[in-house]
């Protein structure tokens, strides 16, 4: 398995994670979460320019050449090789998949969905107090997630918050925060990542990270900044 794909496949329940223990306060008033992956690559990016891949296109048939996705992930997938695209409508019935499932193992996942058309996860009820419930919360959003939405909206928030399929998470999110006229031109990657990993970072950023046009950006470039 290649390491995009891992990626890929940790993106979802890595951002609830991130949601869930902001609403446990066991985040800092302002975090920045985003995958090992993303972690990893980050700084080889500043110098190569890392790509996640070369096209949306190469993504759908690395997934499409496995054969151990669902019959609804292989329908999706097919569907977005002929159009380009996923489509919301398969976007929101792999959300609704995911949510279902939760709901029978006892969790209920509050959202809202943002301007791109992404899901965020701003809580979870039964709030868990304790490591063993969020291990057990954990568990339940992976194993719901198999075969219904790790691959879909792992991809579809590629599609629609990383249409340069950029590997550093950070430069993706800026490049987003440059079209919603959020920071100017000046503004790079390894500023929001220190304004995000430093002391006092809610200070040291030009936006309002919690409006809903950063929020957009901070999803769709696979890191949960919350606000607190």
Same mark, same amino acid.
């Given at each position: 398995?290649?390491?995009?794909?891992?990626?890929?496949?940790?993106?979802?329940?890595?951002?609830?994670?991130?949601?869930?223990?902001?609403?446990?306060?066991?985040?800092?008033?302002?975090?920045?979460?985003?995958?090992?992956?993303?972690?990893?690559?980050?700084?080889?990016?500043?110098?190569?320019?890392?790509?996640?891949?070369?096209?949306?296109?190469?993504?759908?048939?690395?997934?499409?050449?496995?054969?151990?996705?669902?019959?609804?992930?292989?329908?999706?997938?097919?569907?977005?090789?002929?159009?380009?695209?996923?489509?919301?409508?398969?976007?929101?019935?792999?959300?609704?998949?995911?949510?279902?499932?939760? +709901?029978? &193992?006892?969790?209920? /996942?509050? !959202?809202? *969905?943002?301007?791109?058309? @992404? %899901? $965020?996860?701003?809580?979870?009820? =039964?709030?868990?107090?304790?490591?063993?419930?969020?291990?057990?919360?954990?568990? +339940?959003? &992976?194993?719901?997630? /198999?075969? !219904?939405? *790790?691959?879909?909206?792992? @991809? %579809? $928030?590629?599609?629609?918050?990383? =249409?340069?399929?950029?590997?550093?998470?950070?430069?993706?999110?800026?490049?987003?925060?440059?079209?919603?006229?959020?920071?100017?031109?000046?503004?790079?990657?390894?500023? @929001?990542?220190?304004?995000?990993?430093?002391?006092?970072?809610?200070?040291?950023?030009?936006?309002?990270?919690?409006?809903?046009?950063?929020?957009?950006?901070?999803?769709?470039?696979?890191?949960?900044?919350?606000?607190?």
């Amino acid at each position: 398995m290649t390491t995009s794909t891992l990626s890929i496949l940790r993106r979802e329940t890595l951002r609830r994670a991130a949601a869930l223990l902001s609403c446990m306060g066991l985040l800092v008033s302002l975090t920045a979460c985003s995958t090992p992956w993303n972690q990893n690559t980050a700084d080889d990016a500043q110098t190569s320019g890392t790509r996640i891949a070369p096209s949306m296109s190469a993504l759908f048939d690395q997934y499409l050449a496995k054969d151990t996705i669902s019959q609804f992930e292989r329908d999706v997938l097919q569907r977005a090789k002929k159009t380009g695209k996923i489509s919301a409508e398969d976007y929101e019935t792999a959300h609704d998949k995911q949510a279902a499932c939760m +709901a029978e &193992n006892g969790w209920q /996942e509050q !959202t809202r *969905k943002l301007s791109n058309g @992404l %899901y $965020q996860t701003t809580g979870v009820t =039964p709030v868990p107090s304790t490591d063993a419930e969020v291990n057990k919360y954990m568990e +339940a959003s &992976n194993t719901c997630s /198999e075969g !219904t939405s *790790k691959i879909i909206e792992s @991809l %579809y $928030q590629l599609q629609q918050g990383n =249409p340069g399929l950029l590997a550093d998470p950070y430069e993706t999110a800026v490049e987003c925060l440059k079209k919603s006229s959020l920071v100017d031109d000046a503004y790079t990657g390894r500023k @929001l990542e220190n304004a995000l990993n430093g002391d006092g970072a809610s200070k040291g950023l030009p936006f309002d990270a919690s409006s809903d046009a950063a929020q957009s950006c901070f999803t769709g470039a696979g890191l949960a900044v919350n606000i607190g």
